[in-house]
Structures are given as C-alpha cells and as structure tokens.
Nanobody, 120 residues
Framework: QLQLVESGGGLVQPGGSLRLSCAAS????????VAWYRQAPGKDRDGVLC????????DYTHSGKGRFTISRNNAKNTVYLQMNSLKPEDTGVYYC?????????????WGQGTQVTVSS
C-alpha cells in the first residue's frame, strides 16, 4: 500500500508563507505524479497542484496561481508545496497523493493531511 505523510501546516497570518512536505513511506516517488489537495471546512477535497514524474506542473484550480509552487526532490523522496501570500480562503486540510499521471487516479492511500489555517 502506497502511503504518503504530509507535514508543515500551521497557523499563519494573511500574507504569510508555509512550505508543506509530502514524504513517501515504503516506496519511491520518482515514477509517480504527486498532487496536493485541499479540503476546506464543509467542502469536498479539491486538487490544487500536481507535479509529474518529469517535473511538469498541472494547476487544477488556478486558486494558487502566482502564489503556490510545487516541486519535488527525488533524492529525498519528497514533494513540496510552497505557499506564499496566503489568504484566509486557503484555509483547510492539505493532502498529497501519488498518481500515474496528473489526470489519473489516486494510487496511494489518503493520509491524515496537514492543517493550514490563515487567520489574523
């Protein structure tokens, strides 16, 4: 079973930054696409950004356009989501998942996610 562990969330003021990490456990990420998802309070889980195995980026919603950056470090078996200029509407639980292509199905099990709260 493919498992990923999210970390790096927290409470931040509007305009602040956070870097989320997604680490693989028991398998190597380099042949997978990895996507970040956000589940806002009372809403469905929505895709944010995805990075393919070759480094190509898919922006699912454009909500983080110009503010969010996804990257991967295959040597560390980790994918990152750098979030800058955070807004209250960015609040939610952030999850990552491994896919075979950014438009493909999720192949990993869902972890606990990491809570991001943007509030003054």
């Amino acid at each position: 079973q493919l498992q990923l562990v999210e970390s790096g969330g927290g409470l931040v003021q509007p305009g602040g930054s956070l870097r989320l990490s997604c680490a693989a456990s028991g398998f190597t990420l380099d042949s997978y696409s990895v996507a970040w998802y956000r589940q806002a309070p009372g809403k469905d889980r929505d895709g944010v950004l995805c990075i393919s195995s070759s480094g190509g980026v898919t922006d699912y919603t454009h909500s983080g356009k110009g503010r969010f950056t996804i990257s991967r470090n295959n040597a560390k078996n980790t994918v990152y989501l750098q979030m800058n200029s955070l807004k209250p509407e960015d609040t939610g639980v952030y999850y990552c998942a491994a896919l075979l292509g950014c438009e493909g199905y999720v192949r990993s099990s869902w972890g606990q996610g990491t809570q991001v709260t943007v509030s003054s």
